[in-house]
């Protein structure tokens, strides 16, 4: 097991909290919204009031001092924050657009980096609030210029260009302009700029160790935020040589994801602490950016150097160029006064000055923001069917939660290293609930209690694809009520297939969860009519087959397709976790006939 580096904190559970109370407790103007992980304005009612466009963004914890330290007059209305490396889950993003947008008929902003669970996740709350009659848009930022294939992928990251994004979008909301030329003006902006970043030493979630090694005389060139490792690995060499290699790959024309930068062009430049670099660093790749911009033509007009979107403590720096337009519509939004205090400003407060916060957290306006849990069928499984089924759901949590630090070692190669934490979080609550239930239910709303487990408890991208994996199976479990043939569960697994391919845009062979799904879906098939116990041990081999293979595949969806197809040496976690609840789970079934 690897050993977890220092942390100062009080426990790893309440870091995510105690750091938002800090924010707020420091800068005056800022809020807690109660009962969620969102920091508003404290004049958000004023803002509402005057009819101007409200902004939101946010994403995992791990990254401060994004998002909330961008939260101010001039830039976001408010932030939303997951767990560590975690999408914020959609409840809290929905309790979010509530509290700034509900009654403002300017509509609400939400800026989104291109990862798969903050997709999913702003992408539900955003259609429930549209549902609430809440004018909703999003702009998804993805500026990563790390990726070199044109294959199939995730996508473009969202990277520390997005505090550009913040700031163009603030300073036209206060201005009053509209939700649409808003959207116009940060859409043709986050295509119009591009980020990479280099790393000396990795990070570490609190209560795990690195997510990737780097020895002695390396660095790690076009990795993300999340702490998963880069695309190329190079030997250390001197700041204007790395800064060199940074921008070379950034702005080569053979780079699928490249930036085209041309002499006479006019940029801004952000040179961004990933987290554990010293500010004498920082100035010393600030200066060597500057002169290698301008050896090649490039006129640099605004500069920001600091510490903006990080990567915990993660020791290396990101840098992002974006392009100026002629009419000076950027330079000027990005010069316009905000509040926010990581721009840096301090937040003041018109009520306090600046006073140290003792106020209470905003109300979150009523209303419940998780997904209905409420069955449309009024058919209740009989006793038996349910204590089976219940038997055999516990039986998968209890094998999640004993197989954490298997997936967490698995997830440290191509991601941030806790999908056995998630998995476990998730299992956790669902067996703390289901163990207490002793009255069968109905099919359809076992499955949507599933599926709010998963959003609350689990959150990230796994909790966002396991939410509409449970939805979508609720949903197909109203046709047979009763029944469960599993001719049927072969029907549960159809359903939840489509809804996280639809949605997380994978596909069976991407190297991902579906992998394994997919295959127990089709030995379900081709066992319909065989004996249970024949039925379940084939798709238990059948989906450990799958998951087997993906150690071999070619990653194109999740964090896994940005990393080098060198260190994918092992089967894809969220595969294997598949494999672990499912083979729990039919074990269960063939044990209990």
């Known amino acids: 097991m690897t050993t977890a580096p220092k942390k100062l904190l009080n426990s790893i559970e309440q870091c995510v909290d105690d750091a938002l109370e800090g924010v707020v407790s420091i800068h005056p103007g800022l809020r807690l919204l109660d009962d969620h992980r969102v920091v508003i304005r404290e004049d958000i009612e004023q803002v509402i009031t005057d009819g101007k466009v409200t902004l939101l963004s ?48 300017a509509g609400t902003l939400l800026i989104v980096k291109n990862y798969t669970g903050d997709r999913l996740n702003f992408g539900i709350a955003a259609e429930r609030a549209k549902s609430e009659g809440i004018r909703t848009e999003i702009v998804v930022v993805g500026e990563d210029c790390a990726l070199t294939s044109s294959d199939k992928s995730a996508g473009r990251r969202g990277l520390c260009g997005t505090i550009l994004i913040h700031k163009i979008a603030g300073s036209m909301s206060e201005e009053g302009q509209s939700l649409d030329d808003i959207l116009l003006a940060t859409r043709a902006a986050a295509s119009d700029m591009g980020t990479i970043g280099i790393c000396l030493y990795p990070c570490s979630v609190p209560g795990s160790g690195p997510s990737f090694t780097l020895g002695q005389n390396e660095i790690e060139l076009g990795l993300g935020i999340h702490g998963e490792a880069g695309v190329k690995r190079m030997k250390l060499a001197s700041s204007k040589d790395v800064v060199s290699a940074m921008i070379s790959h950034m702005t080569a024309s053979n780079n699928a994801s490249h930036l085209a930068i041309s002499p006479d062009d ?66 000027k939004c990005l010069d316009a006064e905000t509040t926010a205090p990581a721009w840096p400003r301090i937040s003041l407060s018109e009520s306090s000055g600046s006073a140290h916060n003792k106020l209470a957290p905003l109300a979150s306006l009523e209303g419940d923001v998780v997904a209905s849990t409420e069955s449309t069928s009024q058919v ?25 630090e298997l997936l967490n070692e698995l997830d440290r190669g191509c991601g941030d290293g806790d999908c056995g934490t998630t998995m476990k979080r998730g299992a956790q609550g669902v067996s703390s609930w289901l163990t207490q239930q002793t009255t069968p239910m109905p099919l359809d709303k076992l499955a949507l209690k599933l599926s709010a487990f998963a959003e609350q408890n689990m959150g990230g991208s796994s909790g966002a694809l396991y939410c509409l994996f449970f939805s979508a199976a609720a949903h197909a479990a109203t046709a047979f009520e009763t029944s469960t043939e599993h001719s049927h569960w072969a029907t549960l697994l159809q359903h939840g297939i489509y809804a996280i391919s639809k949605y997380g845009g994978a596909e069976v062979g991407d190297r991902t969860m579906l992998d ?74 063939a044990e209990q006939m």
């Open 58 to 105: 946010g994403g995992g914890s791990g990254h401060e001092p994004a998002h909330a330290g961008f939260v101010g007059k001039g830039m976001l209305s408010g932030a939303i924050a997951g767990s560590v490396f975690t999408s914020p889950p959609p409840h809290s993003i929905l309790a979010a657009i509530r509290a700034v947008g509900k009654g403002n008929k």
């Open 266 to 331: 006019h940029v801004a430049v952000v040179v961004n602490n990933l987290g554990g670099t010293s500010y004498l660093e920082l100035s010393v790749v600030a200066k060597d950016a500057i002169a290698y911009l301008e050896s090649q033509g490039v006129s640099v007009e605004r500069v920001y150097c600091g510490t903006f979107m990080t990567s915990l403590e993660m020791a290396g720096a990101s840098i992002t160029i974006m392009h100026l337009d002629k009419d000076g519509h950027r330079a």
């Open 380 to 404: 209740k499984l009989p006793q038996d069917k349910f204590v089976q089924i219940k038997a055999a759901i516990l039986a998968a949590c209890d094998a999640l939660i004993t197989s954490e």
């Open 516 to 589: 394994s799904l997919h295959a127990a879906y089709t030995s379900l098939q081709e066992t319909v009519g065989s004996d249970v116990k024949t039925a379940c041990d084939k798709a238990i081999k059948a989906a450990s087959e799958a998951a087997e293979k993906t150690q071999t595949m070619d990653a194109k969806a999740g964090r896994a397709s940005y990393v080098s197809k060198d260190l994918l040496t092992k089967p894809d976690p969220g595969a294997t976790a598949v494999v672990i609840w499912l083979k729990a789970a039919l074990m269960k079934v």
